[in-house]
């Protein structure tokens, strides 16, 4: 690594630091319904929504009924993006006339943008047309990004209030969520992007003459705008095949710097949101620190793997893969940040990396993506640990465990469990059955265990929701498209109802005030467990399949053996 590589990382760390409290508390602001400065540019907006839908923006629902209306909400949504690519061709804004979508990827994609997941099987380019790519793609960024920030909110209501039912309006939180927070930041962003070189036009794709005399076609499209939202909202889908490793979607150093740094930046920020939310900024910050720790731990060891010299590759740093434009420590980076954060956008293929650096992404991913994660979902992730953090605790003391004053009981930790298992059934199960059948091995790029690594990953980043590809693996087929897309559905659901079940029985349960028993949840001690329990049960979960992959690759590569 260069000086300007560490200064880099450095000034990464120290923005993302330096914004949390700021958006942080600004999002505090606007989730409890204070007056903030953008109340006055968007509030008329605001109102007129609740008007045209007819609903009352201060009714608030208990638990089923605010699970009820988010799973309708999505529903709808899948149905239309489902629609619209069977019926393409038949839509405006299709300059290249793109052709119908088949089913099998149709039902894919719509899953994939409706769950947060942004999983693409598929080149944008060649296959989705601009009206497809506005309408039904960027809109779902929107609102999946606030549905993910809309169950934290209830969640945060049912631990901080008492003996009550209500965990207030699906409907007036996704408005909130999008017109002062997703919005207006995203619209800020595609300005800055378009000023670095992002395309954003609805001009046909045009012909140009290579210098050595051939045509080549140059897609065009409003890319910029589904850009902003991509990385703001840590959805990931790319409007060009190559994602962000595109020049057209990431033209500059200074583009992927603030990609990077919006990836990151409302997952974050939440952390202090729900610290003030909740009464206390100390335990936002708690759990800031831990997901901040994990995510250096994963980056130094991407790097010192990417770095590290083997006679195999003529003891030269790993360049393959990579643009040469950002180079190797902007790669690992970005690598470490859309895994941990659910995006699953990519400046370089994740295939390409070293079998350890891989281990780090995928790592990130089977954690459930706590580390960050993506907006909304990693936080009530990191809640989930935190749960099964303060039950074992509490039988390590001989103590009733309780977090914020309310006593976690057999309810909760098993609601917890279930929201860990579903993912990781669908990972592991999903894996095993491609591995052995000729449906998932044919789809392979590579054999051994970089293959095995492949479909590990895919099904990872389904049921993780991150939507990132080792990029070796052909998943646009019938199985793939079906089985990802099943993995996507458990993933994102068979976490968020367990939360909002967790968040319901919680604001029901009266608050005790600490007393000298009380295990505290805000300071050192408490980070060392949460990390450990997390550590521990995706190590238990996970170990023996990352042994067929990445760590006998790791292995067998030392001794001269790639593949």
């Known amino acids: 690594m260069t000086i300007q590589d560490i200064i880099q990382v450095l000034l990464f760390f120290a923005l993302l630091i330096g914004l949390t409290p700021i958006l942080g508390n600004f999002m505090s602001k606007v989730f409890a319904g204070e007056r903030h400065f953008m109340l006055p540019v968007f509030g008329w907006l605001e109102k007129l929504i609740y008007k045209f839908i007819g609903i009352a923006p201060n009714e608030e629902a208990n638990w089923k009924s605010y699970t009820f209306g988010l799973l309708l909400f999505n529903l709808i949504g899948f149905i239309f993006v489902f629609l619209i690519q069977l019926f393409q061709t038949y839509l405006p804004f299709n300059p290249a006339h793109l052709p119908n979508v088949t089913w099998h990827s149709a039902f894919n994609t719509s899953v994939s943008f409706v769950t947060n997941t942004n999983w693409q099987g598929y080149a944008g380019e060649t296959t989705m047309s601009y009206f497809v790519q506005m309408i039904g793609l960027t809109v779902q960024n929107f609102v999946s990004a606030a549905t993910g920030m809309a169950v934290l909110l209830a969640l945060i209501r049912g631990l901080s209030r008492k003996t009550t039912d209500k965990l207030g309006n699906f409907w007036t939180d996704i408005t909130r969520i999008i017109l002062y927070v997703l919005l207006p930041l995203s619209i800020l962003f595609a300005i800055v992007l378009v000023g670095q070189g992002v395309v954003q036009n609805f001009k046909p794709y045009e012909e140009v003459q290579t210098l050595q005399g051939a045509l080549q076609v140059i897609p065009m499209g409003p890319a910029a705008s589904q850009i902003a939202i991509k990385q703001l909202g840590t959805n990931g889908g790319g409007f060009f095949n190559a994602n962000s490793a595109h020049p057209f979607e990431n033209p500059t150093p200074f583009s992927n710097f603030l990609e990077m740094l919006f990836i990151l930046l409302i997952p ?52 393959e893969g990579k643009e040469t434009r950002f180079g190797i420590t902007n790669s690992v980076l970005w690598s470490t940040v859309t895994t941990a954060a659910s995006n699953g956008s990519v400046n370089a293929m994740h295939e390409s990396l070293s079998p350890l650096a891989g281990m780090v992404t995928i790592i990130n991913i089977l954690l459930g993506e706590v580390i960050f994660g993506g907006v909304g979902a990693g936080l009530y992730g990191m809640v989930i640990f935190i749960i099964l953090t303060v039950f074992i605790a509490g039988l390590m003391v001989g103590r009733t465990p309780e977090y914020l004053g309310k006593k976690i ?86 976490i968020i109802i367990p939360v909002l079940a967790i968040a319901g029985k919680m604001a029901g349960k009266k608050i005790t005030p600490p007393s000298a028993g009380t295990f505290h949840t805000d300071n050192g001690l408490f980070i060392g467990l949460l990390i450990a329990v997390i550590l521990i049960v995706g190590g238990l979960t996970f170990f023996p399949a990352l042994s067929l992959g990445p760590i006998i690759e790791h292995l067998l590569m030392n001794s001269g053996t790639t593949f």
């Open 268 to 319: 974050a920020s939440l952390t202090f949101t729900y610290g003030k939310m909740v009464g206390s900024t100390r335990q936002g910050w708690t759990i800031f620190t831990a997901m901040l720790i994990l995510l250096i731990v994963g980056l130094g060891i991407s790097l010192y793997a990417e770095y590290s010299s083997n006679p195999i590759f003529g003891n030269l740093p790993l360049m």
């Open 409 to 494: 009981e057999a309810f909760e930790v098993q609601m917890a469990i279930i929201a860990i298992l579903a993912p990781s059934f669908v990972i592991l199960l999903f894996t095993a059955w491609a591995s052995v059948s000729n449906l998932g091995l044919s789809s392979l790029n590579n054999a051994g265990p970089h293959g095995f690594s492949e479909i590990l990953y895919a099904f990872s980043s389904a049921a993780g929701n991150n939507g990132s590809a080792f990029a070796g693996l052909n998943a646009n087929t019938p199985f793939y498209n079906l089985t990802t897309g099943l993995g996507m559905i458990i993933g994102r659901f068979g």
